[in-house]
Structure formats: C-alpha cells, structure tokens
C-alpha cells in the first residue's frame, strides 16, 4: 500500500450515559476502538446496520466529535494537534454530503447561494470569481450552470444531492465523507449518483469515505471495506475478498441479506437484533445472532487478526467456517413453494474457493 | 385459486399546489388468495395512492373519479365510510412503512393489539383481550410477549415495532394484507426474518399480499405477481419470475440494471438518464418516452395500447413490446437468465 491518507488508530466514543434525574451514568461504547487506512485517490466503505457505530465514526473524522481515545491523521498530520489556520485548512480539505438532501439544503437559500457558502466563510474567492465557480461547480455534477436562482424545494431529490456534491466541492477537497449519500434517492436517481461520484473520483482525485447500509452500494463504490457491528470492525479486507471469501459470520448474514433479494441465495438466516451498545453481550459481539457460534464465543471475544495478507476478521473460526456466496448456499425466505426462481444477475463470475492459510 | 380482490380501471384525482393531477390513472390490477402481488414504482408513481384509493383511506385533498374495487365480490368503492370500517382491520389488513408512526407513542403495546379485539369481535373482557394479545403477539414471535405487553412503542425496535403492526394486522385472520413499503426502514436482516413471518402467515391463512415496495429485488424474492408503475400507471405486469427473466418495458429494464449487485461486478451502473416527469405536467404519449432511448414518434404522441401476450397474464404498456419480444430493440440486452443453479 502507499502512504495512506487518512490513518485512524484506536479510535473510541463513549458517551455517558445517565437514566433518569439522578440515575448514575453509565458508558456506552459507540465506538469501542478502530483502526484502518485509507488510500489516496481510494473509497473506504464503511457497512453495518443501524446502531453499528457508522456515523459516529463519520463524525470524528470531520471533528464534529471530539473522539474519546484513539488517533486520526490525515497525510500524517494528527487532527487532534490542529488549531487556528490548519484547523480551517483541515475543514476545506474534508468535506461531507449527507443523506437526506430535503434536510440538508436551507429550504430558504437559493441554490447558488448554497454552493457559495463555503466559499464565502472561507474567503476563498473574490465575489465575481465565486460566481464563475459556482456556475462551474453546477456543470460539474450535471446540473444547468444558469440554474443558481432557483430554490432546494423546485428540484429533484436527485437534483438535491447533486447539490450537496456541488457544494461539497467547492473549496476544492481532497476528500469527502458520504454519509448514506444515495439511501433517500429512489432506484433509478441512486445509479446517477454512484456514477456521478465515481466519475468526479477519478477527475478530481478524490479519496472517499462512503458509509451505507447497503452492502451492494458499498462494494460497487469502495477499493477497501470495514464492516462494522456494535462499534467495533468485525472484518475488513479488499472488496473482493470481502464480497467473494468472506470469514467473517456476520458479513456472510450481510451478503446473504443481499443476495436472497437478488434472487441469488444465502445459508442461514441470522436471527435476532443488533443488541443495545449499553448492553453489549460477553464474548463476541455478534454471538448471540451467529449461527456457528460455541461457548468459546460467548466467553472470549476474538481479536481482529489478519487471516491473509489485508483481510481481516474479528472471529475465532475465521478458517474453519463455510463460505458463502450467492452461487453455493440455500435460500433464506423459503421460495421453493414458487415455480421459478427470479433470478436478475446477468453474469455471475465463477467464485475460486480460495484455500485459507 | 380464488380472486380476492380485483381494482378496475381505478381512477384517482388529487388536488395540489400545481392544480388537479391524476395520481392513479387507470389501473387495474387482480390479487388471489394465497398470492402475492408487488406494486413496485418509485416515489410518486402512485402505488401508494392506489392502495389507499382501494381501501377508502385518501387524503382529503384526493378523490375516487372512478373504477370499481371488487373485495370477495363487493364494489368497496360503493360503500359508505362506516361499512369500509367493518372491513378494514378486519377483513383487510395494512401495514405501514413505520411502526412508529403508525403506533401511538402514548399507549402500551397491548392497549394497541386489544383495541382489535374490541372493535371487530366486541370482547370486553379485560382479561380475555390480555390472553388473545399474548396469543396473537407469540404468533408474529415476539418473545416474552406477555411482559412486552405493558411496554411503550419506544422500548421497542423497529423490527419488533413491525411485527406488533404485523400482529394486530392478521389479528383477525384477513383475506388481504397490504404492506406499504412494510420494510423499508429496517436494517436487512431484520427485513429478511420478517419477510419470512409474513411468508408464514400467508400461508397459515392462504392470505392474498399486495407488496408495496420500490425496491425490485425484494419484490422477487417475495412475491408470485408482479406490477411496474410508472407516473400513475402501470407499464409492465405478469408473474414475477417471468418479468424478471424478460423484462420487456425499457422502464423495468432500466431499473433492473440500475441497482448494484454482489453478483454482478460492473465499472459502471447504467442509470436511467432524467427523471420521473411531475404528475402535473405529463408527456402527451408515452410517460416513460422522454428518457426512453428506443422511443419512436408513435411514443411521443400517442399512450401505447397494453400488449398482452402468452397465457400467464402477461402484458406491457410500450409500443415497441413485439420489438422487444423478438430481440430487435436496439440496445436492450435480450436476456435469458439459467436458474442459479445452472450457472454454479
């Protein structure tokens, strides 16, 4: 790998917690303690459920946050150590598009003015050059460079979201942190989207940070995956690792979740809810739902361990348990009372069982 | 198999900022028991509005111009708001797409799951309402249903929210159960175990579904039927698997292709270029012609007649379905998928 971007060690959130009035307060791990590296130039993408720790961790990386424990830097630089002119330096270069874009356009600015603002806090222009952006910020996402005037509530979701990516680019980031960025958009806006992103990735050189819940939107976007459950990273590794030889329990649940919908299938179907973060259960996070799971999960919780050179995973039989893709396994939701199988996937590629060390 | 329900050409005006619009324009659609139907569109298609429009639940601003709605054989359409009470949560149950909000957040769970069994089968006895709670609680498999009853929306997850709407839903063994975008919000997992409780239940009581989704995939994985709707109407119907292994409206095409998948590793998602025309301001032909890339004059001008073909119910909305059908439609793949387990 080359010098990574954006390195984060040990990275942890508790909030305290505190029930009542006078109720003693009590800590909840958000986060309990990450690490990863992200490529320049490479998406990142965070998956997990709701609840898994996904924000929070979106949060520390623009400092919105301040993190419990845990280092974040970015080309080498600790963010924690910014102040003054570096920290403003830090925000230009970092910028977020959020999910919802009814709730993150000010309903009362015009559009123009919403792609100017940052330019504007930042003093990065002169007004007629800012005008001249922000007409060349609007073509960039493929929105009509005359249509500035108008306001959020007469465009599209679509549209909204091409203008928060427009807004976000304007002082020039070397990064964006994608917060769900397609989650509120309908099936057929969702793919401009994604490729509007990637096409501005490889133009502009930019390093991403994509959060999503949706495994299949995260691994068409992201070089590297991280997935996390109860705040903490039960396996991360290459896509294709992640999506063709997963070792992880609670990954294959993900890709079987996935999978069973694309008419594809899964093996089991894991039971249960992500549990509280007040209440994490002992041993393994994940145990109480994992369909392999023995009394050695329920005591010891397993460390995250590279199973192979960039794949990791945060199980005891990361090894010894069965693979599962959409080509080997069984369906979860029963369909075999149906005539036919639906089936859309066009070319499935044959999956090499790979041997693991 | 029996039909349970059966909407013709339901008409549905609304009254927005933009004037009058037409959210439902005739649609027609026709569920069995023990099947079900997906209504797949995206927002502002009109499949919710249809659904509402069939159970006489629309906003004061919208209004039933016309079509008949045959439940068991009655016209719903024809009957007053009091005897629509009578059949809905009785006969016909909905599922929204939050429990939350569906739920009220002032009263415990089991004051919500009684009140069905006061209104439909007049039971006033406490303790009898408690002990058919319970049991219709364990049946939608909320464990310890009987502590969970004194609990309050919010101590619940969203996923066990669903299943207490799912409860009181088929509390009275309904013919017909439609789910609207039933879940949406909730993480996948949890969305595949309830989807297999709502399998389990229809077949108990070889209930009919109507599956309100936007998203297609969940659609084939659940449903037996399948209907495509695209501003107002539908574009595309037939049985599920038969849509999805040739898929004959651009539309449906385009949205199966647009959405990433595990299996299918692609540089680039083909997007439908544009977006859904507003209801107020519809194209004068075809709705889907102005980001359609196979669209002749004819699309322009003129609604395509339906194409029916085959004999499993088959039809599509577009001019160019015989084109389609016989592989000459430029640029559209012609796609026979093998069963998965051809392909491993």
Known sequence: ?357 | MTVILEAKNLTTMLRNRAGIVTAVDNVSLKVRAGRSLALVGESGSGKSMTCLSMLGLLPSSGRLMGGEVLFKGRDLAKMSPAEMQKVRGKEIGMILQDAMTSLNPLLTIGDQVSEIFRVHQGITNKAEQRRRSIEVLEKVKIPAAEERLDSYPFQFSGGMRQRVSIAINVAMSPDLLLCDEATTALDVTVQQQLLKLLRDLQQQNNMAIVFVTHDLHLAAQFCDDVAIMYGGRIVETGPISEVFAQPTHPYTIGLLNAVPSLARYSDRLSAIPGQQPTLARLPQGCRFEPRCEHAVEQCRSHYPDWFEWGDTGRRTACWRTADSLNGTLAGIPVRVDKPVSEVA
């Open chain 1, 1 to 357: 790998m080359s010098q990574s971007f954006l390195k984060v060690e040990g990275l942890r959130k508790t909030y305290d917690v505190r029930r009542g009035l006078f109720g003693r307060a009590r800590p909840l791990h958000a986060i309990a303690g990450v690490s990863f590296e992200v490529e320049a130039g490479t998406t990142f993408g965070l998956v997990g459920e709701s609840g898994s720790g996904k924000t929070t961790i979106a949060k520390m990386l623009m400092l919105a946050e301040r993190p419990s424990a845990g280092s974040i830097q970015l080309n080498g630089q600790d963010l924690a150590g910014l102040r003054g002119k570096e920290l403003d330096k830090f925000h230009l270069e970092l910028q977020p598009v959020l999910q919802d874009p009814f709730s993150s356009l000010n309903p009362r600015m015009r559009i123009g003015n919403i792609i100017d603002e940052p330019l504007r806090i930042h003093n990065l222009l002169s007004g007629a050059e800012r005008d001249k952006r922000v007409r060349e910020l609007l073509e960039l996402v493929g929105l009509p460079a005359d249509g500035g005037r108008r306001f959020p509530h007469e465009l599209s979701g679509g549209q909204r979201q091409r203008v928060s990516i427009a807004r976000a680019l304007g002082p020039n980031p070397k990064c964006m942190i994608l917060d769900e960025p397609v989650s509120a958009l309908d099936v057929s806006i969702q793919a401009q989207i994604l490729n509007l992103l990637k096409d501005l990735q490889g133009q502009l050189d930019l390093t991403y940070i994509l959060i999503s819940h949706d495994l299949a939107v995260v691994a068409y976007m992201s070089k590297r995956i991280g997935v996390l459950y109860l705040g903490e990273f039960m396996e991360i590794g290459e896509t294709e690792d992640i999506v063709r030889n997963s070792r992880h329990p609670y990954t294959q649940a993900l890709i079987a979740s996935v999978e069973s919908r694309s008419g594809g299938a899964s093996a089991t179907m894991v039971s249960g809810e992500i549990p509280s973060p007040m209440n994490p259960p002992p041993g393994c996070p994940f145990n109480p739902r994992c369909p392999h799971a023995v009394d050695r999960c329920r005591s010891e919780k397993p460390k995250l361990r590279e199973i192979e050179p960039g794949h990791w995973a945060a199980c005891h039989f990361s090894e010894s348990i069965p693979n599962v893709t959409a080509n080997t396994a069984a369906p979860a939701v029963d369909t075999s009372a149906k005539t036919a199988q639906p089936h859309i996937a066009l070319v499935q590629k044959p999956v090499p069982v790979q041997e693991t060390p």
